[in-house]
């Protein structure tokens, strides 16, 4: 004899009363005169039958959660963020809704007591703009991963690693550090001798502490150059790198299409900052960059190992691809 409970007509008959009409297991059991055990029962069979099918939607990011799986598998990646670029959109608002995305993430990342290391440049001076507000925590340092020091010319906005980590202690809470150095000197030797005056070289324990690395890439794009508008290089070597093979840098350190950065050691060990091997040892390192122009950068610095989560945008997300 067949039981109440495996009566399918009567299940769908309760999971559309539960799901469709909103009425409670109660109302149910009064309406059909049968037990709120059978009315429990019934609808967890619903839901093993098929009869009713859950889907959980992600109110935020809904759009594109395949593609951020799809990008995560395809490099390796620990997570991916990917915001709306639509060519409908003004592009104020799709950056803007980039670097916001950005500052709830991290904020959310964070850890209590952690050394967080940044790099300089516009996109991570962009997310302390954001009118994102939460509540500020204790425990975190920022430390400037390279030198800070390089002309600022008047009416141009400070994006040294030195004003980013004020910035974000600002933004998020704790405290920073001072990297109080050139970022680039014009030889090795000069670099090394200048690195060992107790006011500086306190940096480098700073940097042994560090656990997530929020960093900008950068692109051989002359136009877009912040490198460029901010003085840490001139056009000669920028021409020179780019001559090269450079496809990009995170904080002075380049690299190539494949992340290779043995072609511009000559350059790279003439900047004061974290050496590009202690980047990729670092626990979490976060890239944010959104547009079709940084995907080559963005691939060649997670070919290289110096980014394991990223934050992007769409446009740029389907270039990886």
């Known amino acids: ?38 009315v429990s029962r019934m609808l967890q069979r619903g839901r093993e039958l098929g009869i009713v ?15 951020e799986k799809t990008i995560e598998r395809a490099y390796g990646l620990k997570e991916v963020i990917i915001v709306e670029s639509s060519s409908l ?37 962009n997310i302390s703009k954001t009118k994102i507000s939460f509540e500020k925590k204790e425990g975190y340092t920022f430390v400037p991963i390279v030198g800070g020091m390089n002309r600022i010319r008047a009416g141009e906005e400070d994006i040294q690693s030195n004003e980013i980590a004020k910035e974000f202690a600002d933004m998020f809470g704790g405290t920073y550090t001072q990297f109080l150095s050139p970022a680039v000197f014009s030889k090795k030797r000069v670099m090394k001798s200048f690195l060992k005056e107790e006011s500086v070289n306190y940096i480098f324990d700073e940097f042994k502490k560090v656990s997530t690395l929020v960093m900008g890439i950068g692109t051989p794009d002359r136009g877009a150059s912040t490198l460029l508008r901010a003085g840490y290089i001139t056009e000669e070597e920028f021409s020179d790198l780019i001559d090269q093979g450079m496809m990009g840098d995170i904080a002075l350190q380049f690299f190539d299409k494949n ?11 003439r900047v004061a900052g974290m050496s590009s091997n202690m ?17 080559k950068a963005i691939k060649g610095a997670i070919k290289g190992g110096f980014v394991n989560m990223l934050i992007t945008n769409v446009s740029c997300a389907e270039n990886l691809l």
């Open 1 to 38: 004899m067949l039981k109440i409970v495996d009566d399918n007509r009567l299940i769908y008959k309760v999971c559309s009363l539960y799901y469709e009409d909103a009425m409670n297991q109660q109302e149910i059991c009064n309406y059909l005169g049968i037990s709120r055990a059978s």
């Open 53 to 67: 099918n859950i889907e959980v939607v992600n109110p935020v990011r809904f759009s594109y959660g395949e593609l």
């Open 89 to 125: 959109d003004e592009k104020k608002e799709y950056i803007s809704s980039l670097y916001e995305e950005a500052a709830l993430f991290l904020h959310e990342i964070f850890r209590k007591d952690e050394h967080i290391g940044v790099t300089m440049g516009y996109n991570l001076h």
């Open 259 to 269: 992340g290779d950065t043995t072609k511009f050691q000559e350059f790279n060990e």
């Open 279 to 295: 980047m990729k040892q670092i626990e979490n390192r976060i890239a944010i960059g959104g547009g079709e122009g940084k995907a």
